[in-house]
């Protein structure tokens, strides 16, 4: 990706990578068998978003608004390990999803 990056800028190649990505998720989100759900999840690693966040912010925002952008994006990587959790647990016990996460609900 290096040169190719440098000939056509950081906005294409990131958005083209996020792109890949999102295609292998939803692959492995709706994958009915282990062997579909291992050729998605190779693909998806075929097409990594190294930065996260911040690739996508520095391509497509302006500086002043890059700024703010990665404030808000490091708040919010900073609280979620701490909310996600508990947001998690009530999800689970709101929609009764226990016996369909561990299996038991066929």
């Known amino acids: ?60 925002s302006t500086r002043a608004e890059a700024t703010k952008l990665m404030s808000m994006l490091m708040l919010v990587m900073s609280v979620s390990p701490i909310l996600a959790p508990g947001i998690g647990s009530f999800v689970i016990a709101a929609f009764e999803l226990a016996r369909c996460v561990l299996g038991t609900d066929r």
């Open 1 to 60: 990706m290096g040169r190719w990056r440098y000939r056509r800028g950081r906005k294409l190649p990131s958005l083209w990578r996020a792109a890949l990505f999102t295609i292998g998720s939803i692959g492995c989100a709706l994958s009915n068998d282990v062997t579909t759900l291992i050729a998605f999840r190779i693909f998806r690693r075929s097409a990594p978003v190294p930065d996260g966040g911040a690739a996508p912010i520095g391509a497509t």
